[in-house]
């Protein structure tokens, strides 16, 4: 759904589940959606996470204290809201990013979300397809800009906390930000992730180990991903094999973040490929006038 | 934890469900005992003896007013013992009901299935069953029971039994096109050429429904996907995935057998065949609800003959009658 900040994202009310995640409940439903949860058949078996509090509207919300530990969650965090409250995050979010708004932008953003949450719901086989489609409707059939204000938060906690969409869009703005390491560190997890058995098979094999932890925990910790990497594809190629060797020859190079399919390697759950793909097709001079914070 | 109907089970007190509706029945010295009883549980009835009418009004009520919510009927071993027959003497023949007890019966002495950690009096259900002869009315009436009973029918060839048993797997086999399906929608930009990836485009459900067909998700196996990568970066996933990651040469035409399997097709000739559920044990069964399955049951039904079941009455498997 619509990814905030760091692990904090914003679902419709129809996609309420308490077993994925600590949440709030903003909106017209603020007092009863999953006010009785724990006696129900569905959720018996499972961890039932806290919900934090309720918030009668959208304002409420962003005027509480519980903002910025909200939109700082490390581990995954749910806003649950009506589509108006929604739509205000989507709105307030694009203007906590572009310091000089531009309404055109604004409706192609929209749209291009509505299409991927078109699209998601297309391919996912859930009782949460229809959900998914209308809210993906009324995000293309957007007309209108609702009348919120950037979030009041600093803008360097926004900087800091941008997403990689923004920092690769703003890259050559002369705002100094660490978009490189980001994008290194998700494509070495990207490598990484594909091998369950690495940290056993492969992180051993070396004088010394491949990993500077003797447990091999974390993928961070390992001395040369490239090194590891060329071990492991000597048993097990991954399809986006030339592109992952050209990310280790050359690093992350403005070719590679001009070539589409870089996406695949950067994708996860934060970030939205949708939206990084459709900034860097903005000449340079646009991005400069919108003035990015990132 | 046995299922008895809609969301309704019945427990020894080896293992608590907390959060559910309960009824306690028969004699809980420890429970009886516990100040905070009231803030503990949230009971709906307790009786230090029950009988049939009274049982007979339980079943219906909780039918009527908790069929959505999950609710145990706690009993202690001598009241265990009558409810069970009460009600599966509604189902079942006598000597069936004594069949499917001694499976239930392991259930509960080895706490299989229950997530819940927390007992009351630790018990263990003795080898026979001493319940009763009478047999109660609501059960009899159900038109839906256990998951279990259906499987085993199903072995056994009846089809009805087996379109229940599919439709029920399909339906938990959720979200399991296989390949690529979650990550679709965040690769599909990649996929897109600039010239496609305009808004114009973009909005065009003619446009994204061709594009999106290539992920169709009633299919098993990603057989429209990989004429997409290879097309994308010439790259051929299926002599990788085969080859390199599966060491499997000769795949070609186990490929082109089962290359259009649909979800439904699949759990039907897999999932529900005989010979390929035993060699993956319990795998049905993994996809589902152990509160709600016995799984020793289950894999009895793989390996024995399980002709007791001819003489039961009711047709299929655990789904709420009202739904």
Not at chain 1, 115 to 126: E, F, G, T
Not at chain 2, 88 to 110: H, I, M, P, Q, T
Not at chain 2, 250 to 275: G, H, R
Request: hydrophobic share 40%.
């Amino acid at each position: 759904m619509l990814h905030l900040y760091n692990s904090c994202y914003a679902y419709p009310y129809a996609m309420f589940d308490p077993s994925s995640a600590d949440y709030i409940v903003v909106g017209d439903k603020h007092a009863i959606l999953g006010a009785g949860v724990e006696n129900s058949f569905y959720y018996n078996n499972v961890f039932i996470h806290q919900c934090y509090a309720r918030f009668k509207t959208y304002e409420d919300f962003i005027n509480s204290n519980l903002l910025l530990p909200a939109f700082s969650n490390k581990q995954k965090f749910i806003i649950y809201c009506d589509n108006e409250t929604l739509i205000k995050l989507f709105t307030a979010k694009l203007k906590s990013h572009i310091q000089f708004f531009d309404n055109s932008l604004y409706f192609d953003l929209a749209k291009l979300f509505g299409v991927r949450l078109k699209i998601k719901s297309k391919l996912i086989d859930s009782s949460n397809k229809e959900i998914i489609n209308d809210l993906g409707d009324t995000f293309i059939e957007l007309n209108s800009i609702p009348n919120v204000n950037k979030f009041p938060i600093d803008p360097y906690w926004v900087w800091e906390n941008a997403g990689i969409e923004w920092k690769v869009a703003n890259r050559n703005c002369g705002v100094p930000n660490n978009h490189i390491n980001i994008l290194n560190d998700l494509v070495n997890r990207y490598v990484y992730s594909f091998f369950d058995e690495a940290q056993e098979s492969y992180l051993s094999r070396k004088t010394g180990g491949w990993a500077v932890d003797v447990n091999n925990q974390r993928f961070s910790t390992v001395a040369s991903m490239k090194e590891l990497y060329m071990e492991m594809r000597k048993e097990i190629a991954l399809f986006t094999d030339p592109l992952i060797l050209q990310f280790f020859e050359t690093g992350v190079t403005e070719e590679l973040l001009n070539d589409p399919k870089f996406l695949l390697l950067v994708s996860n759950d934060k970030v939205d490929t949708w939206l990084i793909r459709w900034l860097m097709r903005l000449p340079q001079s646009k991005i400069t006038q919108l003035g990015l914070i990132a | 934890m046995i299922y008895l109907f809609d969301n309704c089970y019945l427990s020894t007190t080896n293992s608590i469900v907390e959060k559910s509706k309960q009824i306690w029945i028969g004699s809980h010295a420890k429970l009886d005992r516990d100040p905070m009883l009231n803030l503990t549980y949230d009971i709906l009835h307790s009786y230090k003896e029950i009988n049939d009418d009274e049982l007979e009004e339980l079943f219906n009520e909780i039918h009527e007013d908790y069929s959505n919510i999950k609710t145990v009927i706690y009993c202690d071993v001598e009241n265990f013992m009558y409810v069970y027959s009460y009600f599966f003497n509604g189902v079942l023949e006598e000597s069936a009901v004594k069949e499917l007890y001694s499976f239930d019966r392991l259930k509960e002495n080895y706490r299989i299935g229950v997530f819940a950690t927390r007992d009351v009096e630790f018990v263990d259900l003795p080898k026979t069953l001493k319940g009763t002869d009478t047999a109660s009315i609501f059960s009899s009436l159900l038109t839906t029971t256990r998951i279990e009973i259906a499987f085993a029918n199903a072995m056994r060839g009846n089809e009805d039994a087996l379109q229940f048993c599919v439709d029920r797997a399909t339906e938990m086999y959720d979200g399991s096109p296989g390949f690529w399906s979650k990550d679709a929608e965040q690769n599909l930009p990649a996929l897109l050429s600039d010239e496609e990836f305009t808004i114009a485009n973009l909005t065009n459900n003619e446009f994204i429904d061709s594009f999106v067909e290539q992920f169709e998700i009633d299919e098993v196996f990603p057989n429209k996907i990989v004429d997409k990568i290879k097309e994308h970066f010439d790259f051929d996933y299926l002599e990788h995935y085969f080859t390199v990651m599966n060491n499997t040469t000769e795949w070609k035409p186990m490929w082109d057998q089962d290359a259009n399997i649909s979800k439904q097709k699949f759990v039907e000739t897999y999932l529900l065949n005989k010979e390929f559920a035993s060699g993956n044990q319990l795998l049905f069964p993994n996809y589902s609800n152990f509160d709600s399955i016995n799984p020793i049951f289950w894999n009895t039904i793989l390996h024995k003959n399980t002709a007791w079941l001819d003489k039961y009455k009711v047709k299929n498997g655990t789904y709420n009658q009202t739904n």
